[in-house]
């Protein structure tokens, strides 16, 4: 197919989709008869996982290395305080003079262990694109339109409940080199710092009802579909609020069967 006038060239040496899809449903299935046959449900993609390129060459290949006292690495390893987190932290909105483009949302939850209980005072991060899909990053270099009224990034601690909330807008799908015509879904980046940073955990939430789920390699590199699931949020209508905002509600579990998946697979 010939790329519409004005679209960039299709850099040489690159996998089309079609390639990548396949590898994908390959996998799939191939995970689906496992479990068919009596095989365990994994919440976990494997750490290499073909479709998605650079975790071939970038994965763990040896066992984690502990050191002698696991302790030091807290001495050295950031802390934080809870004076350290102010109150308007969870607003990305409300960091610059302006307001930022896009769709103005409140993204909520609970962070729960395995048995539902709540995971009190947990700093829990973000970081996202703007609306045009960009990041405020130097690395990002796509022809999309910075937002000089985002910067994309909050955090906030959890309540006695567990509960984490900000106010952003809805990041927009941005496009990778892993292949060629690649794009992410919608996404925000969470991070649970744990007690420690030792036990940070790292994830991705992404919206309801988003048309390149099936097209993309890092949320397929979830194999199991009730896992994969989990990763996508609720929209809310109760959490919408008259001529404002948009709601949205994202539970995270940090482990037992209902787990929600993180990057470094703990
Ligand atoms: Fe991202």
């Known amino acids: 197919m010939t790329n519409p006038p004005g679209t960039p060239p299709q850099p040489p040496g690159l996998e ?25 449900r994994r919440d976990h993609p494997e750490r290499d ?33 809870v004076t350290d987190v102010t109150e308007i932290d969870n ?7 302006g307001e930022p483009l896009g769709e103005r949302m409140l993204v909520t939850g609970r962070v729960l262990d395995r048995a539902g209980r709540p995971v009190r ?28 009224n985002f910067t994309g990034v909050g955090r906030c601690l959890t309540d006695d409940d567990g509960r984490y909330s900000f106010v952003t807008i809805k990041p927009g799908p941005y496009p990778w080199r892993n292949h060629h015509n690649a794009w992410r879904p919608a996404h925000i980046h969470f991070s649970l710092f744990g007690t420690a940073f030792a036990q940070r955990l790292v994830t991705q939430m992404y919206f309801p009802g988003d048309p ?18 989990r990763l996508v949020a609720d929209y809310d209508h109760n959490l919408s609020t008259h001529e ?14 209902a787990a929600t998946w993180t990057e470094e697979g703990r």
């Open 16 to 40: 089309t989709q079609q390639t990548i899809s396949a590898e994908i449903a390959e996998i799939r299935d191939a995970y689906g008869k496992a479990v068919a046959e009596g095989g365990p």
């Open 49 to 81: 996982y073909p479709p998605y390129r650079s975790s071939v060459l970038r994965h763990p290949k040896h066992a984690l290395v502990v050191p002698r006292d696991p302790e030091a690495a807290e001495l050295t390893g950031p802390v934080f305080g």
């Open 91 to 97: 607003d990305l909105t409300r960091r610059h003079l």
């Open 121 to 148: 005072g947990q700093l829990v991060e973000i970081w996202q694109a703007n609306a045009s899909g960009r990041y405020a990053h130097q690395r990002d270099q796509h022809p999309a339109p910075l937002d000089p």
């Open 212 to 229: 390149l789920f099936d097209f993309d390699p890092i949320m397929q590199a979830v194999t199991d579909d009730s896992a994969r699931r």
């Open 244 to 257: 404002w905002s948009l709601g949205y509600r994202w539970d995270i579990v940090l482990d037992g069967p």
